[in-house]
């Protein structure tokens, strides 16, 4: 725990030689102790968090007993498979390309995510893009306030306010994709008798940045701990490509372009880690926001912010409850 007199922007730094061998100790010990597997599935999406996943599994058990599973669709950045081939083939483990697409229109997706969208702006068809936003924390505004932005396929640019019916439409389609996802590595983990890898940064894990039973499932995830600006370092360690080092966040769901700040955090992942870290080591906001850049009524309507996303997305770190306990089968 982070002392007031001890914060700055360099309270984030780890050393990470240590930190890598500490955390793959840690899986090949669960691997054999608690699952009882022999490897692991990892997805990877050419981000950096999938991407330091991948290596410390490698670094774990060797990359003979990992598997990487490339899972793009039809609204996935044309970028993605060919970063992620690339990454896959750099820690020379075995990888599967699966286009979800064909999964995603028999489940109705792209039907129900065009018509919640057309119901808030009527001309949009299969032909536009679009993602949802949220306005900068730093501006002061209501941030449960989302927004749709479309674009059509002459190049128009329309910005509409959400109803929250729509929204949760959008919000409910777009969960298909992690939870199908999320089907497919444990199709994999089983026939190999592998274990599934979740990779969400701590920024993602603490405030719910993640879909049940989608990219929230799991049997390991080695860097929710890390604060996002130390999974960046901890690439840069692993040997993770140079391009997968340099990519700003992104989410990879919607069909426009969209980075994290934008749709969730709503502030950069540097901001953001040193807000997070000051919060939970209880440093007020007038002395925090002049080492993080912003100003002590910023910083703590982030706190606030912080505090109701977690609040509201407790429910998804929920396991299922039962209504009487199980002696016998207890963890």
């Known amino acids: 725990m982070g002392t007031t007199a001890q914060f700055s922007k360099h309270v984030l730094d780890i050393d990470c030689e240590r930190e890598a061998e500490r955390i793959a100790v840690r899986m090949r010990g669960m691997l054999s102790e608690k699952f009882k597997r022999r490897g692991f599935v990892v997805a990877i999406s050419g981000g950096v968090d999938s991407s330091v996943t991948l290596a410390l599994s490698v670094r774990a058990v060797g990359k003979e007993r990992v598997f990487a599973l490339q899972m793009p669709e039809l609204h996935s950045c044309g970028e993605t498979l060919g970063i992620s081939e690339r ?7 075995v ?48 941030l449960a306030l989302f927004s749709i932005v479309a674009q059509s396929p002459c190049g128009e640019i329309i910005k509409k306010r959400l109803p929250f019916k729509a929204y949760l439409e ?54 929710a701990h890390l604060y996002k600006s130390q999974v960046y370092k901890l690439a840069e360690h692993l040997g993770v490509p140079v391009e997968i080092c340099g990519r700003p966040p992104t989410t990879d769901t919607y069909s426009l372009a969209q980075g994290q700040d934008e749709f969730f955090f709503s502030l950069s992942h540097e901001k953001m880690d040193l807000c997070l870290y000051a919060l939970n080591s209880h440093i007020p906001a007038d002395l925090a926001g002049p080492v993080i850049g912003l100003s002590a009524e910023q910083v703590q309507r982030v706190y606030q912010d912080i505090g109701q996303k977690r609040s509201t997305t407790r429910y998804l770190h929920l396991k299922p409850q039962l209504v009487e306990p199980v002696p016998e089968i207890a963890f």
């Open 87 to 93: 990454l896959a083939d750099h820690f020379g483990v």
């Open 95 to 142: 990888r599967e390309h699966t286009d979800i697409t064909p999964i995603l229109e028999a489940a109705g997706f792209y039907e129900k995510y065009d018509a919640a969208v057309r119901s808030v702006i009527p001309g949009y068809d299969g032909g536009w893009k679009s993602k949802i936003v949220l306005p900068n924390i730093l501006e002061g505004r209501n």
């Open 170 to 223: 959008i919000l409910a389609a777009t969960n298909f994709k992690q939870r199908i996802r999320k089907m497919l590595e444990y199709y994999h983990a089983d026939r190999l008798h592998y274990a599934t890898t979740g990779t969400p940064n701590r920024l993602e894990y603490d405030q719910g940045f993640f879909v049940k039973l989608g990219d929230g499932a799991g049997d390991i995830k080695p860097i």
